[in-house]
């Protein structure tokens, strides 16, 4: 694990670019997965700088607790394609589904402030998704996107964009955003089959959890691949035939398609509570 030191040098002049076309994008290997194998990730040719792999304690009173794996980057917000990773070859039947999340934070303060609070922000978060008793919208989240369903030994490649991501020109609100996505999985089918259980999946995109559009990642929290969310990131991109005895059952969900850009929605959507 690097020095602070050397991390915080390398934060300041990633791509010489300005603070805010840079962010720290968080790894979060699934709370079961966890338990296995460490996620892989790596980083293409150099546009991801690894700050930090570190464990998030998830913990609740008479609950069980939990330790998750997660590893943070800092890159630029133009730098592409960015980083593969390998979600864990698990082989018990009782984790053959996996997932991966990613949260895109925004650079608060010099660099060991920025990196605390993506640390202490992913801790909120995934405790109060698995307890509810965390913070779903810590100050600095300007990204969550997670992975559908995930197979074992999956491999993601990812994508880093800032851009456009609604059909009209309106300024308010922005328009401009960071979006960070896979492109593509291998392998696209999975096969579990022990009988008289089992289950073939098919994978073609992924979910986006919520997202802001300022660029400190303090204000209005918006809709992903929801319900009540833009009908473009609410697509059918993945099946799962569960092979029970004799009574096959197929369960859709629903996301973003795997594409080098995600496709233009007309409206944000707020979300209520938030």
């Not at 300024?171 to 696209?188: A, H, K």
């Not at 029970?244 to 398609?257: K, L, R, S």
Request: with cysteine; hydrophobic share 40%; glycine share 6%.
């Amino acid at each position: 694990m690097p020095a602070f030191g050397y991390v915080q040098d390398v934060v300041t002049r990633i791509i010489n670019v300005q603070w805010s076309k840079i962010v720290i994008v968080v790894f979060v290997n699934d709370i079961t997965a966890s338990s296995y194998a460490n996620l892989k990730c790596t980083p293409i040719d150099d546009k991801a700088t690894r700050l930090k792999d570190f464990i998030v304690t998830i913990s609740k009173p008479e609950y069980l607790t939990v330790k998750v794996d997660c590893s943070a980057f800092s890159l630029s917000t133009d730098a592409g394609e960015f980083m593969e990773t390998l979600v864990a070859d698990i082989t018990d039947p009782n984790t053959v589904f996996s997932t991966l999340t990613v949260l895109v934070f925004a650079i608060i303060g010099d660099a060991e402030e920025s990196l605390d609070a993506a640390i202490k922000g992913t801790t909120d978060f995934l405790t109060d998704r698995m307890y509810g008793s965390g913070n779903l919208y810590p100050d600095g989240l300007r990204w969550s996107v997670l992975t559908v369903s995930t197979p074992p030994g999956s491999k993601y490649t990812w994508k880093m964009r800032s851009g456009n991501h609604r059909t009209d020109e309106d300024t308010t609100p922005p328009n401009s955003m960071v979006q960070c996505y896979p492109i593509s999985i291998v392998p696209v089918s999975y096969k579990f089959l022990e009988p008289p259980f089992g289950f073939i999946q098919t994978t073609r995109g992924y979910r986006i959890d919520l997202y802001r559009l300022d660029a400190e990642g303090t204000g209005q929290v918006y809709i992903g691949s929801d319900e009540a969310g833009p009908a473009p990131w609410n697509q059918v991109v993945a099946d799962v035939v569960f092979q029970q005895a004799e009574n096959p059952t197929t369960t859709h969900y629903h996301g973003v398609p795997f594409a080098d850009v995600p496709p233009l929605i007309a409206a944000d959507i707020p979300r209520p509570g938030a």
